[in-house]
């Protein structure tokens, strides 16, 4: 007696599980506005050229714009792999290189550049 209620049990388990497991299959459809994927391409453009998110940059020169023009030009010929370019701050031209993910790959490419640029060093640039 007390095996034929097991197996009653069992069998309304199964057919139970069973019915429950069914009923929860179906179809997601998923609709976006098309605008999304333009908008995450253009924040990963941003991102890559450091517009936004936390970035190291490092700063060669500061001082009129001659000079800055003449160091931005020994640093291309001398560096050509890390991008650089001049930002004028009041009253400062200012020649900034790199766009750094983190400090590690900031403070390498910093040794490098010291060999060149002694005066050079890291920061991080404020979110404008």
């Not at 400062?92 to 010291?114: H, Q, T």
Request: no cysteine; glycine share 6%; aromatic share 10%.
């Amino acid at each position: 007696m007390l095996r034929k209620n097991n197996l009653l049990l069992a069998a309304i388990f199964t057919v139970g599980t069973t019915m429950a497991v069914s009923a929860q299959q179906g179809q997601v459809n998923i609709t976006q506005d098309e605008a999304i994927p333009v908008l995450l391409e253009r924040k990963t453009e941003m991102v890559k050229d450091g517009v936004i998110g936390d970035r190291y940059r490092i700063q060669l020169f500061s001082g009129d714009n001659n000079e800055a023009s003449k160091v931005i030009k020994e640093y291309r010929t001398l560096y050509p792999g890390w991008p650089s370019t001049i930002v004028f701050e009041t009253p400062n031209y200012k020649v900034w290189v790199g766009n750094f993910r983190n400090s590690l790959e900031a403070d390498r490419a910093l040794l490098e550049i010291k060999k060149s640029f002694p005066a050079a060093f890291r920061f991080k640039p404020e979110k404008r």
